[in-house]
């Protein structure tokens, strides 16, 4: 069979089976050429779930009647002339397609007038004439009619109305929350579904407020921080207010939304230490920066990017990201810049984040005697270089414990109301960033055992122990191989000297073996840090003097990611006195 050249008709539906795959496809491309045109305002009207109907209008630039001619055609673009500006692609738009794809797969027409002119024009697509004069503001309207009528195959494949409205809906406000200082208003049917006036920058929060919804920015922080010629800034769900689906995910790459895996698992292994099994976080996330660093031109429907340096890009956003966490608790801690505190929501939902107060750092280590604060935390208790508290007013932000209920909880009495605290997952977490903290700085301290204790194990579990012994003296485990299946343990993390050794090992070497060499090495050290520090937390059922309930308060207070335990459970809740009140009707 010979070789033919595809007339052009053909290859635009070709380009359009890439980028169109139903109306909301159709509108993402519209969005994008209207906001590179500077549009200001954005009116978008849909029919039968924009089968019928897709009509954007904007107050953008606008077109000349030569420019609205080439428009239409493939490979036409005013975004880029050469391949260098290929590689510096600072607009949403840049590959000429997108029109020409859509004029191919339905009915196309195009009225615009550029600023100053007296009057605009107005293109049929599929007509082949020369663009008419016609009456319209400065800027550009788009309407697309009867998408896929002469594609029957792709028509049978959308959903219904209602599904199909859903993705519309969806990419709106995807799109309105990247571009908070521009105006859309959305009509389905001719009934409005949206209306969203433009915001000057301080006022941002409205916009976020509105479409993810006042219980994510009443449990979420603020933060912006720059590091490596990298920016990042946005709002992040605080952990108690995880999701069980990842409906609430948002993130911008120079104000392109994007859907990239990298980022993505940063994002996940930032929430890792403080996420309950199953539970996806919500964020709304903005990363800059330059645009030579990262090639947007990968898939034709611009979601995946490829950056140059995926290591600089990953570690960026997982450490920024995790220490924004970390500090975003009870935790005094103040060596990140990163979180913000202004535009927080005094009255959160959420009593475990309510009204978290501004953290200033104070001098000085934990103000109970260690003698006390080591019947609780071992040797491992020493002062730290600021180890502040978190405070309102005159007394600590966990206020001071008045008892113990069923030797489980710890009740303290704070400035606003009651605290109670798991106290086994308060100091799980403590000891597992104790163990985190030395582990980054020269691995963990060990305790010489007296006695060896000798552990019985399978070959294969043995084989093992002895190929992970490198890991195992980072975490502070001394083992050696004392047959084919036995093992002995001559020393055992400083920290976790109480714990049960054999069962220590036995637990981490079943860490090993469910993850074992597909797992990326942090993620492996990070849960193995986690079970080592459920074994030296206190026990459920353990009677603890007041002094002992008070340095575990203050211990909390110094401790990042305190909100969760190593597995994302809660810590502590609060009831303030309006709670309180409620609860006893009193003052109805």
């Known amino acids: 069979m010979s070789i033919r050249r595809l007339p052009p008709e053909l290859v635009n539906q070709i380009a359009a089976g890439e980028i169109i795959e139903r109306p909301a496809s159709v509108l993402k491309e519209l969005l994008e050429n209207a906001l590179d045109a500077g549009a200001a305002a954005l009116q978008i009207d849909v029919e039968a779930g924009g089968l019928?109907?897709?009509?954007?209008?904007?107050?953008?630039?606008?077109?000349?009647?030569?420019?609205?001619?080439?428009?239409?055609?493939?490979?036409?673009?005013s975004k880029i002339r050469d391949l260098d500006d290929l590689e510096h692609i600072a607009t949403l738009g840049f590959r000429g397609e997108a029109l020409p794809s859509i004029a191919s797969v339905a009915d196309l027409r195009i009225t615009t007038r550029p600023g100053g002119a007296d009057h605009g024009f107005?293109?049929?697509?599929?007509?082949?004439?020369?663009?008419?004069?016609?009456?319209?503001?400065?800027?550009?309207?788009?309407?697309?009619?009867?998408?896929?009528?002469?594609?029957?195959?792709?028509?049978?494949?959308?959903?219904?109305?209602?599904?199909?409205?859903?993705?519309?809906?969806?990419?709106?406000?995807?799109?309105?929350?990247?571009r908070p200082e521009v105006a859309f208003r959305l009509t389905h049917n001719g009934r409005e579904l949206m209306h969203l006036p433009a915001l000057p920058p301080q006022d941002i929060?409205?916009?976020?407020?509105?479409?993810?919804?006042?219980?994510?920015?009443?449990?979420?922080?603020?933060?912006?921080t720059e590091a490596a010629g990298l920016r990042l800034h946005g709002w992040l769900g605080l952990p108690t207010a995880s999701r069980g689906q990842p409906d609430l995910q948002y993130v911008y790459l120079n104000g392109r939304m994007i859907r990239d895996r990298l980022v993505t698992q940063a994002l996940r292994r930032a929430y890792a230490d403080v996420l309950f099994k199953d539970r996806f976080p919500a964020y709304l996330l903005h990363l800059q920066?330059?645009?030579?660093?990262?090639?947007?031109?990968?898939?034709?429907?611009?979601?995946?990017?490829?950056?140059?340096?995926?290591?600089?890009?990953?570690?960026?956003?997982?450490?920024?990201?995790?220490?924004?966490?970390?500090?975003?608790?009870?935790?005094?801690?103040?060596?990140?810049?990163?979180?913000?505190?202004e535009g927080m929501p005094a009255e959160p939902r959420n009593a475990a984040v309510a009204n978290r107060p501004v953290m200033t750092p104070r001098p000085g280590g934990l103000e109970l005697p260690l003698a006390e604060a080591k019947a609780v935390y071992g040797a491992d208790t020493r002062e730290q270089d600021e180890p502040a508290r978190a405070e309102t007013g005159g007394s600590p932000r966990l206020g001071?414990?008045?008892?113990?209920?069923?030797?489980?909880?710890?009740?303290?009495?704070?400035?606003?109301?009651?605290?109670?605290?798991?106290?086994?997952?308060?100091?799980?977490r403590i000891v597992y960033e104790k163990l985190k903290r030395q582990y980054a700085e020269a691995g963990i301290a060990r305790q010489p055992l007296l006695m060896p204790v000798s552990v019985a194990l399978t070959p294969a579990e043995a084989d093992l122990a002895e190929d992970a012994q490198g890991l195992l003296d980072r975490l502070g485990l001394e083992v050696d191989r004392a047959g084919p299946e036995?093992?002995?343990?001559?020393?055992?993390?400083?920290?976790?000297?109480?714990?049960?050794a054999e069962q220590l090992l036995r637990d981490v070497i079943a860490d090993?073996?469910?993850?074992?060499?597909?797992?990326?090495?942090?993620?492996?050290?990070?849960?193995?840090?986690?079970t080592m520090g459920c074994h030296g937390s206190v026990r459920a059922n353990r009677r603890l003097t007041l002094p002992e309930q008070e340095a575990l308060l203050r211990e909390m207070e110094a401790t990042p990611n305190i909100d969760q335990c190593n597995h994302g459970r809660p810590t502590w809740v609060e009831l303030d006195m309006q709670g309180l009140d409620r609860l006893f009707l009193r003052g109805r």
């Open 486 to 500: 036995q093992v002995r343990i001559r020393a055992v993390p400083a920290l976790l000297a109480s714990a049960d």
């Open 205 to 224: 929060g409205r916009r976020v407020s509105t479409l993810m919804g006042e219980a994510f920015t009443e449990a979420a922080l603020q933060m912006d």
């Open 400 to 428: 001071h414990a008045i008892a113990q209920i069923h030797g489980v909880y710890v009740l303290s009495e704070s400035e606003r109301g009651l605290i109670l605290v798991d106290m086994h997952a308060a100091h799980e």
């Open 52 to 77: 019928k109907l897709l009509r954007v209008r904007d107050d953008g630039h606008g077109m000349s009647a030569e420019d609205l001619m080439l428009a239409i055609e493939s490979h036409a673009t």
């Open 289 to 341: 920066m330059d645009p030579a660093l990262v090639d947007v031109n990968v898939h034709p429907t611009k979601h995946e990017v490829r950056f140059r340096d995926t290591r600089l890009v990953f570690d960026f956003i997982q450490r920024q990201v995790a220490q924004a966490l970390a500090h975003a608790g009870a935790s005094a801690e103040t060596s990140t810049a990163a979180v913000a505190t």
């Open 122 to 178: 107005s293109l049929h697509a599929g007509s082949m004439t020369e663009p008419a004069p016609a009456p319209h503001p400065p800027g550009t309207t788009i309407e697309v009619r009867d998408l896929f009528h002469n594609v029957p195959a792709r028509r049978k494949f959308l959903r219904t109305e209602r599904t199909e409205l859903r993705h519309i809906q969806e990419l709106v406000r995807r799109v309105a929350l990247g």
């Open 512 to 530: 090993l073996r469910e993850h074992g060499g597909s797992a990326a090495v942090e993620e492996r050290i990070s849960h193995l840090l986690g």
